[in-house]
Each structure stands twice: as C-alpha cells, then as structure tokens.
C-alpha cells in the first residue's frame, strides 16, 4: 500500500500536537535537579515551529514536500540538544522521500535509518541510553518489518511497540536513571510522537491541541480591529507593516489557514472577519507573499504597505545589536570586517560585559531560554563579518548553533564555550593578527583553562550521586558537576571557590545574579577578601543573570 503527502503532513501535525501536550510529563524525567532548558520543552518548541508551516499545506501536497516543509521548519526553530536531534531524526523523511509523491513502508524505514545515521554522526559522543538509543533500535525493527508488512498501521505499531521496550531498558544503560528511577526523557518523547504518528496511519484523526488554561480574553472583531493593530509595540523584527482588506470570494476556505500562513512569515498578525471580507494587519519581510497568499481568499484594492525602519529613521542603527529568541526572521547585512563574534548571554550586566569585550551581537538565552538555530542565525547574519565566531555558553545551546553554521551566507565557527566565563575568556583571547587556525586554537585554550562554578537552587526533589536533594535548596556545582547542597547562597558560594581555588589560582571572578541584592553581594566579597585578598585578584561584578545567584570564575 502506499501513503499519501496528506497522511505524512497530518502524521507531523499529530507528532507536534502530542508533545505540546505533554511536555510537562516529559520535563518531568530530567535526572538533573538544576533548572535547566527541559527536554519536552524544547521538543515542543522545536515540533511547534513546523507545524505552523505544515498547517498551510493543502491536502494534495506530496509526501515529499510535507517531509521537506517539516525538515526545513525543524532545522530553523530547533532548540536544546533534544531538539537538534528529534529535528535530524525528522530530517531522514526528507531524505528518504525526495521526489516522492506517495511512499511505502519501505520508505518509511529507510527514512528512520537516514535520521539515525545523521543524529549519530551530529553528536560528538553519543550517549546509549538515551533518544538515540530508542530511535537505532527502533530504526533496525522498521527495516526488518519492512521485508515482511506491507500493512502500514501493522508496521508502524511494531515499530512503537520495540521503541517502547527499549526506553524501558534505558536505565540499564545510563546509572543516572537508574539512581532517579526514570526513563530516559528524549527516548519518552520519541516513544510518544511516534505513537501519535501512528494515530494517523491508522487512519483516525490526528491527535488534537489541547490548549493551555489561560485567562480569557476579548475576541479581535471587525469593531476592535484597529484597536488591536494600534496596540503592538516593541523591536523592530519585521520591516513591513502590511494591512489589506478582502472582499471574499465564494466558497473561500477558512481565515484560519490564511493566518497559520501569515504567521510563518511574520508577526503581529491580527485576521478578523465578518460574512463579507477578512482584514489582515501583519509585520513581516516578504509583504508580496502574504498579498498573494491573501488573493486566494478573494479581492482585494491597494493594500497598504509602510517600511518600519524608515519610520523609526531618528532612532539609528546601533553598533551591537540583541536578537531576542522570539525572532523568527532576520536582516542580513554585509561583511565590512573581516572577523566577528555573536555570544549567548542572559541578564543585562552580562550582555554588557560581551559587547564591551567585542561582541557584535547578543543573542539572549542560556539556562532555561535555549535559543533556536534560527535565533542564532539572525545574528550570524546581523554580525557584519566574513567570518563570525559564535559562543554558546551553555552545553545546551551548542548543536543548535552547530546546526546554524549550515544555514548561514558566511563562514562561521562555534567555539564550544558551555559557560559565562568561558565565553567571555574566549572573547578577551581573541588576537586579530594571527591566521584563523591560529586564532581559533588560542582562543579554545584560553576557555579550557577556566574553572566555572555555578550556584542555584534545585528546580524539584531528587536524589543524585546518593544525595537527597529537596526542591529550593542551594546547588553548588563544580564545572557543571554537582559539588553540594546547602541552605545559604553565601555560604554555598564560599564554599564552592574554596574548592576551586588552586596553588596556582591567580584570579576569582563573581558575577552576581538578579536574585541577589548588594549588601548580599558586599558581604560574599568581604569574606573572599579575607581568605584570598593577600594573594589573589577578586572581582564581583553584577551581571544579573536569571536562575544562578553566582556564577564565579577561577583563573
């Protein structure tokens, strides 16, 4: 039998709406207590930005254009290691079904081999026990189906059903699972969009959106139109505000899929309508696309199309420039240097201290706020160099910025810094003169040499390394690595540079968090002062970073 673009489209959109639905669930299962960018979140995100895309496609796309629309979304709006991965795992369908317009079940198989293939060969060190795991065994279990089922709700089903066992075995494999009593949270994810998949190919109905409980609000209707478009503020993403009236045509279809279209191309869409015509307010870079999109729906006379940058002409182009992680498009602009660096960074003071260090621009993101691949790219392409450097400063940020080097109009090189200090190192070892080897070989000893402590609060109950932790309590952690547990951030703070000051330690650098006031601060440093002051340079600088109340540095 084969499968129509319609099935695969409806199968992704299921695939998405599934792990929305359940990313607390999959959040829930992370080992690490520290507050973090959590996997079902950032598989959420990462699905939820092609479903947008997939929801614009009309039932006679081909299996080969929905893999290709699901493929390119995910590759832009992946975020957090588990989201590069489920987006290359996805990338295999477009792959498999180039030029297809139906596939079989063959060609689905091969599609899951291709994806594996590519996420082990993305990770440096991968890790058995985890999506990837799940995802090979279920991979080997479709291509021997494949020889033997040509019935595709039989196929899939025995698929999922070697896809759940395995997860099962996955703390077997990994001793921190074991300890936490959990399975691994990438592997349940995978286990639950396939099954959602599965949903449709067995020819029942994708699985629905649950929306979230939220407060409710007024409708936007033809009367409050101008009210609502009135009422946008804020950074200049898109350059056109475009607004146009239609006058509907018979039997159009839905608004609904005209807005799901305009918000893949854009934001600040308002689609409001009444029996006769449908306005439409949006910002966006291609106001053509959405003006021919919006002639499906009917007529329509003189849109209205205003530049937004030449209206904001007295407020200049600044030097550097912060890509917030709600962009979804960028301005590209043209190398005037020959070298330039964009940095990861959360809270005022640290931004500051990367553009006073160098950086073109920031991208806001870190613990909790994993920026996707397209953030990263607009500011790849907002960095007017010919070669951009970036610092991720967070393990989590790295293959979403690794992903962004394919995509960007420049040569770009991703340092692997996984911390504030060793972003900033990286940054201040940065020698112009020499050749790029050079360059980039300096720069990655320099952030090597650097010893990070971190100090937070546990984010949920749970036992680690043998330890109890309750939620709240202070975590004090050693290069990423939980060191200990206490009920004082000063205390713990102390603690924890007494640990990682050495015989040849020359400098402490602590940058202080938001949730930290100054005379806190001054009493932290008074005590360092005490200890180190005779021997060692001390820093305490505000940097006003969400989640850790110290970040420290030991040089």
């Not at 759940?164 to 300890?179: A, C, H, N, Q, Y």
């Not at 592997?187 to 649950?210: L, T």
Request: charged share 25%.
């Amino acid at each position: 039998m084969t499968i129509s673009g319609k099935v695969i489209r409806d199968a992704f959109i299921s695939a998405a709406n599934c792990i929305a639905n359940n990313k607390k669930e999959i959040d829930s299962l992370n080992v690490f207590p520290v507050p973090d960018g959590d996997t079902g979140t950032n598989m959420s995100m990462t699905l939820g930005s092609a479903k947008t895309e997939l929801l614009t496609l009309g039932d006679g796309v081909t299996a080969a254009e929905a893999a290709k629309v699901m493929s390119g979304a995910l590759l832009r709006g992946a975020r957090g290691n588990s989201g590069v991965i489920t987006s290359i795992l996805f990338k295999g369908y477009d792959k498999a079904f180039k030029g297809l317009t139906e596939v079989t079940v063959a060609d689905l198989a091969r599609a899951m081999e291709l994806g594996v293939e590519r996420a082990y060969k993305a990770v440096m060190k991968p890790t058995e026990g985890t999506i990837l795991t799940v995802a090979r065994l279920s991979s080997e279990r479709a291509k021997e189906l494949a020889e033997k089922c040509d019935d595709l709700g039989e196929f899939w089903d025995g698929v999922c059903d070697v896809a759940e066992r395995v997860l099962e075995t996955t703390p077997d494999l990994l001793p921190t699972l074991k300890k936490a009593g959990v399975v691994d949270a990438g592997g349940q994810g995978f286990c639950m969009y396939m099954r959602a998949m599965g949903e449709v190919f067995h020819g029942r109905e994708p699985v629905k959106f649950i929306e979230p409980e939220q407060k409710p609000s007024e409708p936007v209707t033809i009367e409050t139109y101008a009210s609502a478009v009135g009422s946008f503020e804020g950074e200049i993403t898109y350059t056109y505000c475009t607004e146009f009236v239609i006058k509907k045509a018979q039997g159009c279809e839905s608004s609904l899929k005209l807005r799901a279209y305009l918000e893949s191309i854009g934001d600040c869409v308002v689609v409001v309508e009444d029996d006769e015509i449908i306005k439409v307010h949006v910002h966006t870079n291609n106001p053509g696309k959405a003006i021919e999109k919006g002639l499906e729906f009917g007529s329509m006379n003189l849109p209205k199309i205003e530049n937004m940058r030449y209206q904001h002409e007295a407020a200049k182009k600044p030097d550097k420039v912060t890509v917030s992680s709600s962009n979804k498009a960028y301005v590209s602009v043209q190398p005037e240097k020959p070298y330039g660096f964009v940095a990861v960074a959360a809270g005022k003071g640290i931004e500051e201290m990367f553009r006073d260090a160098g950086a073109d621009c920031i991208v806001k993101g870190g613990q909790t706020m994993n920026p996707s691949t397209q953030d990263i790219l607009a500011a790849i392409q907002s960095t007017p160099a010919e070669t951009v450097f970036v610092l991720p400063n967070n393990k989590n940020i790295i293959m979403a910025a690794e992903q962004a080097v394919k995509l960007a109009d420049r040569k770009v090189c991703v340092l692997q810094t996984r911390t504030i200090p060793q972003g900033l190192s990286a940054l201040l070892a940065f020698d112009p003169d020499s050749d790029f080897n050079t360059m980039r070989s300096g720069m990655t000893e320099a952030f090597e040499r650097v010893s990070t402590g971190q100090v937070t609060f546990a984010a949920r109950d749970s036992e680690f390394d043998g330890q109890q932790i309750k939620n709240g309590e202070i975590l004090a952690l050693d290069n990423g690595k939980l060191s200990f547990v206490d009920t004082d951030i000063n205390k713990a703070a102390y603690r924890l540079i007494k640990r990682m000051v050495g015989g040849d330690s020359e400098f402490i650098t602590v940058i202080v968090g938001e949730d930290i006031d100054d005379r806190t601060a001054s009493a932290l440093k008074e005590r360092l002062d005490e200890k180190f002051g005779s021997r060692m340079d001390i820093n305490v600088i505000r940097g006003d970073q969400p989640v850790y109340y110290y970040i420290v540095s030991v040089e």
